[in-house]
């Protein structure tokens, strides 16, 4: 039976600092940002948004569109999860109002965690192929100001409906994992800021990226050119230009002059160049800038994806698209989206980086800003307080 994305549905923050800012403050030439690493600008979530509002507000669309008592699996992948003990899912679960009969659950392995959520929603759905399962990414990417990762910082979330017979993507049962024990990106449970080997983490990235490879042209026999498409992981889009090459190098091809490798990647690095990373999201985000803005038609031809986690855990896959698929997009919503955000100044975001909810245990409400279809409108002592925004 052929499993898969049905839906795929993108929310970001409405504010963003531009990184030619950024540089400017920090000393830096712009074009190392840009050129660089391959980044425009980077997405902040305002006081009253976190991965529970994101991730709300990118699933209403879906819940749009079908019957939610068809959901019994909610799937939540983050490493910013807003309680030690409560799956964020839990409050997701009720904001969509979703049935009662339904596992919800958070799942953690840094920016793997949604491809953990998928592999175990697609074996779920086979399973159960008259239900959906609901799969869901969000992160919140912060890194000390001033440091390294600084301009790779970013927030977004990724909503997918798994269904038998998908509209979208059907995705094939090869694929190609990798997992070690290192220490390349990391956030104790004291800090509110990742702690990253950034270098060390992009070779690790890159040589599981190789491995996990291997496996699937193992398992598939398919090459490089079977496949159309490669959607990566991307902690800032200028990595999967260089993952891609070392595939071609892997493969023992000549590298691709620049329009082929723009052609083969460049539509799925549309948003997150714009967003920065989303962590869990990363991954998912650039399939939908891909689906959303490739100018072939893509039916019936398959792309990759590669999925990282630092820790760390890899995998490598594939889908197929499906005829139709773009009737199916949010297309018109996502763009929407990103053209509208409002841009910070410089203090702005250092003093939204620099605030955290209160937790003396008293009774707290915030003011409003712009989110998503959902907010954080309170802290009551220590219960979440959350709201729809319409
Ligand atoms: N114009 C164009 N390019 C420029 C430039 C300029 N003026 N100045 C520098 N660059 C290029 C560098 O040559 C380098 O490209 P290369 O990698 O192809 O050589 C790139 O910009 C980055 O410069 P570098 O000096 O290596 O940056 P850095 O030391 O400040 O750190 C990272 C870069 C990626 C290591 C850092 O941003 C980081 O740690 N990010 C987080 C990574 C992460 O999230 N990992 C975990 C999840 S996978």
């Known amino acids: 039976m052929n499993v898969g994305i049905d839906l795929i549905s993108f929310q970001t ?14 000393g830096v030439e712009a074009e190392k940002y840009r050129a660089g690493l391959g980044q425009e600008r980077m997405a902040v979530p305002p006081p009253d948004e976190d991965i529970v509002t994101l991730a709300a507000s990118a699933a209403k669309p879906i819940m749009e569109k079908i019957n939610s008592n068809d959901i ?58 008259d239900k959906k399962a609901l799969v869901l990414g969000a992160d919140i990417a912060r890194y000390d100001l001033g440091s390294p990762g600084e301009p790779t910082q970013g927030c977004g979330a990724i909503a997918l409906l798994i269904s038998a017979n998908p509209r979208l993507l059907v995705l094939d049962p090869e694929t190609g994992f990798h997992a070690e024990n290192v220490m390349d990106f990391w956030r104790p449970n004291y800090r509110t800021e990742a702690l990253v080997d950034g270098k060390y983490s992009t070779l690790v990235y890159l040589s599981t990226l190789v491995d996990s490879w291997r496996q699937y042209r193992v398992a598939t026999g398919r090459k490089l050119g079977d496949l159309a498409r490669s959607c990566f992981h991307l902690p800032f889009t200028r990595l999967a230009e260089k993952a891609y ?51 072939e038609d893509l039916s019936g031809q398959r792309i990759s994806l590669f999925s990282y986690g630092s820790g760390c855990m890899a995998e490598f896959f594939s889908g197929v698209v499906q005829p139709g698929y773009r009737e199916h997009l949010f297309a018109e919503r996502h763009r929407r989206m990103l053209a509208e955000r409002t841009e910070l100044t410089y203090r702005q975001y250092e003093d939204v980086f620099r605030y955290h909810v209160p937790a003396d245990g008293g009774d707290h409400v915030f003011a409003p800003y712009r989110t998503g279809l959902y907010r954080l409108q309170g802290i009551k002592q220590h219960v979440r307080l959350y709201a729809a925004t319409t």
């Open 72 to 129: 019994e699996l909610l799937l939540f992948g983050t490493e910013s999860g807003v309680d030690q003990s409560k799956a964020a899912a839990l409050f997701v679960h009720g904001l969509l109002n979703l049935s009662k009969r339904c596992r919800a659950v958070e799942i953690k392995e840094a920016c793997y965690a949604a491809t953990a959520g998928l592999q175990l929603a697609l074996a779920w759905v086979q399973q159960h192929p």
């Open 245 to 295: 090459v070392r595939l071609c190098r892997e493969e023992k091809i000549p590298e691709p002059p620049p329009d082929e490798i723009q052609r083969k990647i460049g539509p799925s690095l549309l948003y997150n160049r714009q967003t920065g990373n989303t962590y869990a999201a990363s991954l998912y985000e650039s399939v939908a800038a891909l689906l959303d803005n490739d100018p």
């Open 13 to 26: 923050s409405q504010y963003f600092l531009d990184l030619a800012t950024l540089a400017q403050v920090r």
